[in-house]
């Protein structure tokens, strides 16, 4: 069974930086896409962030192009963003996926979600 561990969430006043964590688990992510998903308080969960399995091509949502970026370490089973130049708008839970796939015009996770990690970004 996956078990994906995301840490590195926070408060943290807008322009501010955050860099998150999420360590997967119970089998082998190398050759996988993996990534970022978050979801504000009323919202529905949206797509992040995504890198391919050699970290060779990255893909952002519009809203985060430019400030964040997605890496990875296969080592480690670990997949990373670091955030930067945060506005109150990038406040959610933030869920790591280990294993995405793409239809239907977006990213979905093939795996169940783990526990999340709070970001909160201050006016």
């Known amino acids: 069974q996956v078990q994906l561990v995301e840490s590195g969430g926070g408060l943290v006043q807008a322009g501010g930086s955050l860099r998150l964590s999420c360590e997967a688990s119970g089998r082998t992510f190398s050759n996988n896409v993996m990534g970022w998903f978050r979801q504000a308080p009323g919202k529905a969960r949206e797509f992040v962030a995504a890198?391919?399995?050699?970290?060779?091509?990255?893909d952002y949502a519009d809203s985060v192009k430019g400030r964040f970026t997605v890496s990875r370490d296969n080592a480690k089973n670990t997949v990373y963003l670091q955030m930067n130049s945060l506005k109150p708008e990038d406040t959610a839970v933030y869920y790591c996926a280990a294993d995405l796939t793409f239809y239907s015009g977006t990213y979905h996770s093939v795996d169940d979600w783990g526990q999340g990690t709070q970001v909160t970004v201050s006016s």
């Open positions: 890198i391919s399995w050699n970290g060779g091509a990255t």
